[in-house]
């Protein structure tokens, strides 16, 4: 059984590009949740989609925005990079109504 | 004022000693508290988590929850180097966002 699985591993962007992260949920699971992880820092809560909505949004600016697909995949969105936005992107996904939320191993996404 | 804060440490302790791992949150309305480990380079992965006040135990790890002092511990008993990781309290209200401490970076020494 996959886990959660992230892609691009790695990558690099020049400040003011965009870009745009995918996630595939653990098999089973509806709900995927982004989070972003400065060096240091703890995940910080982006936003969660759960059929296909937005169901919720932590304290990000509207250049971060996402999707979700009918398999029950999703994509993060961030224009106009900014340097600040360096960080590790993670995915979470969880069965609906379940407190248990299963993480993949992230995107190191380096603005320049 | 951080809803969740953790000490990050970073802590070195020696091979089978007890670690304690400690967060206090301000939101009293959070109902589940949830410990993650962290390896280097590798994305958080659930160790247990908490309803509301109480202990758990799952082998060598031990959960404890005191909602009167808004309190979340977490211990390790006979620590292995295997348990070298950064750890990371989290609380929430049900199936919603996660609020992370900022993880404490641990070292067990052989």
């Known amino acids: 059984d996959a886990g959660v699985t992230q892609s691009p591993t790695h990558l690099i962007k020049t400040r003011g590009q965009q870009v745009t992260l995918r996630c595939s949920p653990k098999?089973?699971?509806?709900?995927v949740s982004w989070y972003q992880q400065a060096l240091g820092q703890g995940p910080q809560f982006i936003f969660q989609?759960?059929?296909?909505?937005?169901?919720q949004r932590g304290n990000f600016p509207d250049r971060f925005s996402g999707h979700q697909f009918p398999n029950y995949s999703s994509e993060l969105n961030v224009n106009a990079l900014l340097l600040g936005d360096s960080a590790l992107y993670l995915c979470?996904?969880?069965?609906?109504?379940?407190?248990?939320?299963?993480f993949g191993q992230g995107t190191r996404l380096t603005v320049v | 004022q951080k809803e969740v804060e953790q000490d990050p440490g970073p802590l070195s302790v020696p091979e089978g000693a007890i670690v304690s791992l400690n967060c206090t949150y301000s939101n009293s309305a959070f109902q589940y508290f949830m410990w993650y480990r962290q390896y280097s380079r590798k994305g958080p992965e659930l160790l247990m988590y908490?309803?509301?006040?109480g202990n758990k135990e799952d082998g060598r790890f031990t959960a404890q929850v005191d909602k009167s002092s808004k309190y979340i511990s977490l211990f390790i008993r006979d620590s292995q180097p295997s348990d070298s990781a950064t750890y990371l309290c989290a609380s929430n209200f049900g199936n919603e966002k996660l609020t992370f401490g900022t993880g404490t970076r641990l070292t067990i020494i052989p």
């Open positions: 908490t309803y509301s006040s």
């Open positions: 989609y759960y059929e296909e909505e937005e169901r």
């Open positions: 098999s089973g699971h509806d709900t």
């Open positions: 979470a996904s969880s069965r609906g109504g379940s407190i248990e939320a299963f």
